[in-house]
T-cell receptor, first 114, second 115 residues
Framework: GENVEQHPSTLSVQEGDSAVIKCTYS??????FPWYKQELGKRPQLIID?????GEKKDQRIAVTLNKTAKHFSLHITETQPEDSAVYFC?????????????FGSGTRLQVQP | DTGVSQDPRHKITKRGQNVTFRCDPI?????LYWYRQTLGQGPEFLTY????????KSRLLSDRFSAERPKGSFSTLEIQRTEQGDSAMYLC?????????????FGPGTRLTVT
């Protein structure tokens, strides 16, 4: 089955700096790659996703890149703010619709220091 | 609140007891997923339904776990003969099939503690 590795496990940055989180996956049949943000004690929430026919996607301060050949994808957050502090999870799924089971990475705890 | 809801939010049980959790998806969402999350880890997929049909089950889902969605609306997850290793947050998510691309919306979870 699919295996998703995520690193780093913790990341501390100064407010205004950029943060990068990287994930690798094992199943070349995976075509959908969402990123979820989970604040302490709250539910995971989708922040951005990318499908295999796209190499990069941006939404304001966040962007995701995908390299299908190397089977890795990354989350980039620019101009970080204290409210970006949370645990971020990458995930991979078969198909590109988002309907199938998600396989998650182990998470990255991001702390933005004011 | 029109989001995914789960009940109870917390459950403490003794080893060997049976527990049942309920998930109510967002109205008109016909796909419903169950995940389990242990401390410091990402959610692990357990099973999912399209309407009342259970389409996929993880190998993680032992014989002690059973999920149902009898009328294609709410779902229940039952764990029989609980073990300490079952202690985790059980998350439910739902999505709608009407669009080509969908998002899985998560509920707040049920935290299970087995003593």
């Amino acid at each position: 089955g699919e295996n998703v590795e995520q690193h780093p496990s913790t990341l501390s940055v100064q407010e205004g700096d950029s943060a990068v989180i990287k994930c690798t996956y094992s199943d070349s049949a995976s075509n959908y790659f969402p990123w979820y943000k989970q604040e302490l004690g709250k539910r995971p929430q989708l922040i951005i996703d990318i499908r295999s026919n796209v190499g990069e996607k941006k939404d304001q301060r966040i962007a995701v890149t995908l390299n299908k050949t190397a089977k890795h994808f990354s989350l980039h957050i620019t101009e970080t703010q204290p409210e970006d502090s949370a645990v971020y999870f990458c995930a991979a799924s078969l198909g590109d619709t988002g309907r199938r089971a998600l396989t998650f990475g182990s998470g990255t705890r991001l702390q933005v220091q004011p | 609140d029109t989001g995914v809801s789960q009940d109870p939010r917390h459950k403490i049980t003794k080893r060997g007891q049976n527990v049942t959790f309920r998930c109510d998806p967002i109205s008109e969402h016909n796909r419903l997923y169950w995940y389990r999350q242990t401390l410091g880890q990402g959610p692990e997929f357990l099973t999912y339904f399209q309407n009342e049909a259970q389409l996929e089950k993880s190998r993680l889902l032992s014989d002690r776990f059973s999920a149902e969605r009898p009328k294609g609306s709410f779902s229940t997850l039952e764990i029989q003969r609980t073990e300490q290793g079952d202690s985790a947050m059980y998350l439910c998510a739902s999505s709608q099939d009407s669009a080509r691309f969908v998002e899985q919306y998560f509920g707040p979870g049920t935290r299970l503690t087995v003593t």
